[in-house]
């Protein structure tokens, strides 16, 4: 039988394990790379290990997310990054340099090779054909010291692509309408592969775009195949000697096929709160808008930016509407200068904002109270801008500029006339921004500075026999990791300080939880489906396990953060029976027995103490996750093993 792209990487890579879906296997990892608001915690988890020298082809630490500096925390942290990355032959990309995916992507990705990043939105190197994949810091740690990763062999979707784009129908409308068909469920336990003849009209940017926002329909990763395109930007990187041809072969076979025309496709846009929340730009006509934002992992290529300074061209923004564009790198910053393009943004009104996350994250740029705000961004989940009651909406860079220009939302397609942008045959190449790490023989001499903020990393617990602890707080369905560690110019500099982050633990759903579970000592959390969507931030599973969460029982988990909780020596598990999620209540007592005998049986019952009422909760836990578990997390396991 044939095989699809990402079946061949993964064999290519295979360590241990067998390529049935459902099945742990253990991959080679060529690349890593790291942002700061979860590298200080790996690289503090790494430093544990004991590893002098990274183990991987290529190793990058990028600081983009942190970058606002309100104190000194931020400031410490990136000089923690910067040396600890000198020390152990780490490349360390620099504030201003640009979003660690844009920059990986431009200078680093190579198709064909394995990647993992301590963030979620890793998989935009699939649009290279990079097989790449967002992991919890702990495994990034252990991958850089030349372990292992471990995923669960995923199903194989493909989107088959016919036809083309029309003017002002983008890659972001792409992304928006594979998630209103599969919404952000629906490609967990998948890799999603591009392809069809359609894929041939698409550069490297737009690709990136779809397979960047792939994150958030659950899928493990996206692919698509590498061919002359791609070999066009690599060359266009100076970098056309690190291009290979890859395809799928005609005879894979796939889960499931999802046909796409692009002829057909409108400019969409996902309304509040959640990015399969689709509905076409048109529906929303006339709604009045006061921020637009322009940037993200998503949506800063050059490209997306000459479009944007294109369309703004000659006109002035509305008065009532607040613009920011954030450039994705350096790269394409000093591109638009010289190009005089972004002269042309700035005439409009516009405020350029540095190459970073920024607003995405909510570091600055947080919306009026109850605004309307269209973002290029990929996540709207409530609070993550920084206002509570912003209604935050998801669009393309043509629509984010025509509801600039007019001040509601606005079909982009009544602009008129789309200018033609083409990719330029060489990008603007200087690496300067990104300083190398020293040679084995002066590393020694390296001092990695510590900064007051970095507190130590929390004591995890054996997972025993028996749990008896209160249920502290019971949630709803797709709770996502924002909700469950918010981030936001407040809360994110303390990224390497667990006790001052478990104040604002679940503080979106509630914000009592943090001292109830405190007072509790131990206690259990109750969700719905889908449990731990969105981010890839370990400090979800460090923070409640510093507040002395034992387990968490949920209808379903999202894959990274499921891993993180057993990396964390936190047990999750799911109801054997869905329904039985409605027999639980707050504050029940619960308790959980032989525990050691139900992970080898695959079921655990729970007993409610408070309705006297018994509970089958499924767990299907790998050996290593056994052990994980029982050692109290991966740290502990891997010093158990040395
Ligand atoms: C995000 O988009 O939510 C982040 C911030 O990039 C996270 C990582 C983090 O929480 O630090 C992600 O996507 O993994
Ligand atoms: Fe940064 Fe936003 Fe991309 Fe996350 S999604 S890496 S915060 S730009």
Request: glycine residues 10%; proline residues 5%.
């Amino acid at each position: 039988m044939g095989m699809t792209i990402a079946q061949k990487i993964i064999k290519n890579h295979l360590i241990s394990g067998s390529m049935v879906p459902g099945s742990e296997i253990a991959l080679r990892i060529d690349q890593t790379l790291t942002q700061d608001a979860t590298g200080t915690m790996a690289y503090l988890e790494f430093e544990t290990m004991g590893i002098e020298r990274v183990r991987t082809e290529l190793s990058v630490a990028y600081i983009d997310h942190n970058t606002l500096q309100c104190g000194f925390e931020n400031a410490d942290d990136h000089r923690y990054i910067q040396t600890v990355a000198k020390k152990h032959g780490i490349r360390f990309s620099r504030p201003g340099n640009g979003i660690c995916h844009q920059v990986h992507l431009e200078r680093f990705g190579v198709p064909g090779k394995t990647l993992i990043g301590s963030d979620s939105h890793t998989p935009t190197g699939g649009g290279i054909g990079m097989l790449a994949f967002g992991a919890g810091g702990m495994d990034v740690a252990v991958a850089m010291g030349g372990g292992a990763y471990y995923i669960t062999m995923p199903k194989m979707f493909k989107v088959n692509l016919t036809g083309r784009l029309r003017p002002f129908v983008t890659a972001k409308d792409v992304s928006l309408e594979i998630l209103r068909i599969l919404s952000v469920k629906g490609g967990v336990g998948a890799i999603i592969e591009w392809g069809g003849e359609g894929v041939k009209t698409l550069t490297v940017p737009e690709r990136a775009t779809i397979t960047n926002m792939g994150t958030e329909l659950g899928a493990t990763t996206s692919i698509f195949p590498s061919d002359e395109i791609t070999r066009e930007f690599l060359k266009a990187e100076g970098r056309e000697a690190d291009w290979v041809a890859l395809e799928s072969d005609a005879d894979a076979e796939y889960d499931r096929i999802i046909d796409i025309n692009l002829d057909t496709l409108e400019p969409l846009i996902a309304c509040p709160h959640s990015p399969d929340n689709v509905k076409k730009v048109a529906e929303l006509k006339g709604t009045k808008v006061d921020q637009v934002c322009i940037g993200s992992c998503t949506n800063s290529s050059l490209m997306d930016m000459l479009k944007v300074a294109a369309l703004l061209r000659g006109k002035t923004i509305d008065p009532s509407v607040s613009l920011s564009i954030s450039p994705g790198s350096k790269q394409v910053l000093s591109m638009l200068a010289s190009s005089g393009a972004l002269n042309d943004i700035l005439a409009s009104g516009a405020r350029v904002l540095e190459c970073a996350c920024g607003p995405c994250i909510g570091m600055g740029f947080s919306p009026n109270s109850a605004g309307v705000s269209l973002r290029t961004f990929n996540r709207n989940f409530l609070g993550r801008s920084g206002t509570a009651d912003a209604g935050v909406h998801l669009v393309s860079p043509e629509t984010a500029v025509a509801a600039a220009l007019t001040g509601y939302v606005t079909d982009p397609r009544l602009l008129g006339e789309m200018p033609e942008i083409t990719m330029p045959e060489a990008f603007r190449i200087d690496d300067t921004a990104v300083i190398l790490p020293a040679s084995p023989e002066e590393a020694k001499d390296v001092e990695v500075v510590r900064g007051p903020n970095i507190k130590p990393f929390p004591q995890s617990k054996a997972v025993g026999d028996t749990i008896e602890a209160p249920l502290t707080l019971k949630v709803g369905d797709n709770i996502t990791t924002d909700h469950i560690m918010p981030a936001g110019a407040k809360i994110l500099p303390y990224r390497s300080n667990i006790p001052h982050l478990s104040q604002f633990c679940f503080s979106v759903c509630d914000a009592t939880f943090p001292e109830r579970a405190k007072a509790a000592g131990e206690s259990i959390v109750v969700g719905g489906s889908n449990y731990g969507q969105g981010s890839s931030r370990e400090h979800a599973a460090l923070v409640p396990m510093y507040l002395g969460v034992r387990a968490v029982i949920a209808k379903s988990f999202a894959r990274i953060h499921v891993a993180n909780l057993i990396n964390a020596g936190i047990l999750p598990l799911t109801f054997k029976n869905p329904e039985d999620y409605d027999a639980l209540n707050q504050g029940d007592a619960l308790a959980l027995e032989n525990i050691h005998a139900g992970m080898d049986a695959g079921e655990i019952v729970l007993k409610d103490l408070t309705t006297g009422q018994s509970i089958p909760l499924s767990c299907d836990f790998t050996e290593r996750q056994k052990d994980m578990l029982k050692a109290g997390g991966l740290l502990a396991y891997t010093a158990g093993m040395n």
